[in-house]
C-alpha cells in the first residue's frame, strides 16, 4: 500500500530517463495512477533528459545511470548545477560501484535499485518533494566503501563529495570531525547531524527539537563548516563515517 497524498498537495512533475522504453513505460504508467503525480516528459538518452529538465522544469526526474549520448552521470551533473530546485532520483541496477559514487558527487539526491517495490519508488518521490533523501541500504554501503577508500588515500584538494541521507540508514558511533582541523561538534550539532542523516528536512528537525526553522538552518550552516561539506546532504555520508 502506498500513503495517501493529501488532496490539496501540489502535483509533483516527473521527467523519465531511462533508454529501455518497457521500463520506461511501465514507470509513466504506474506513475500516472497516482492523483499527486505527472509524468510531464519521457527521455530516452541523456541529451533528451537535459533538454526537458531546462524545458520542463520538473520536480523531480528518474535518472537511469547509463545511457546512450550521454550518461546519467554526466546528465545529473548538468541538471542539478541548473535546475537546483530539481530533484534527481537514480535509478541503477549496481552493476557499477564506481559509476553509483560518481552519482552521488554529481549531485542526486535519492537512489534505488530498479528492482524496488512499486510503493518504495512512489514513496521516494514524495519524500523528495518534501525535501527529504533517500539511499537504499545496498547503495549506502557502496558508497561508503568508497568513501573510506578516497579519505584513506592522498588529500584531497576539494571538499568530501556530497552524498544522500536515508530514513533506513543508521548513525555509527563516534563524534564527526572536521576534515583538516578535528574540530569536534557540540551535542546540539550531533543531534542535528543524526537527523539529517535520517532524512529529516529543515523544518522536520526544527519541529523534533523545538526550534525555529530558521535557528536550525544557521545550525547545518555551521554544520557544513565544520566539517567541510558542500551541500547538507554531504552531511549524511560523513555521519557515518567511523
Known amino acids: 500500500m502506498t500513503a495517501t497524498p493529501a488532496t490539496n498537495a501540489p502535483t509533483i512533475r516527473i521527467v523519465i530517463a531511462e533508454d529501455q522504453a518497457l521500463v520506461r513505460r511501465g514507470a509513466a504508467l504506474l506513475i500516472s495512477l497516482e492523483s499527486d503525480m505527472e509524468v510531464v516528459g519521457q527521455a530516452c538518452n541523456g541529451l533528451q533528459a537535459v533538454e526537458l529538465a531546462l524545458m520542463l522544469r520538473p ?24 535546475l537546483p530546485a530539481t530533484q534527481v532520483l537514480v535509478l541503477t541496477t549496481l552493476n557499477d560501484d564506481e559509476t553509483v559514487f560518481e552519482a552521488v558527487k554529481a549531485g542526486a539526491q535519492a537512489y534505488l535499485l530498479k528492482d524496488a517495490d512499486e510503493s518504495e519508488l512512489l514513496e521516494t518521490i514524495r519524500a523528495l518533494k518534501r525535501g527529504e533523501s533517500r539511499l537504499t541500504p545496498q547503495i549506502a554501503r557502496k558508497v561508503m566503501d568508497q568513501f573510506r577508500r578516497l579519505a584513506s588515500g592522498p588529500a584531497l584538494e576539494e571538499p568530501p563529495p556530497p552524498s544522500v541521507a536515508s530514513v533506513s540508514t543508521e548513525r555509527h558511533g563516534g563524534r564527526a570531525r572536521t ?18 542523516a535520517e532524512g529529516m ?40 563515517k567511523k
Do not use: C, W
Open 201 to 240: 528536512s529543515n523544518r522536520q528537525i526544527a519541529q523534533s527539537l523545538f526550534l525555529a526553522e530558521g535557528t536550525v538552518k544557521n545550525y547545518v550552516s555551521r554544520i557544513m563548516e565544520k566539517l567541510h561539506a558542500n551541500t547538507r546532504t554531504a552531511l549524511a555520508i560523513l555521519s557515518l
Open 59 to 82: 520536480d523531480v526526474i528518474l535518472m537511469d545511470l547509463h545511457m546512450p549520448l550521454k550518461g546519467g552521470v554526466a546528465a545529473t551533473r548538468e541538471i542539478t548545477g541548473q
Open 179 to 196: 576534515a583538516s582541523a578535528g574540530e569536534s561538534l557540540n551535542d546540539k550539532e550531533e543531534k542535528i547531524l543524526q537527523l539529517i
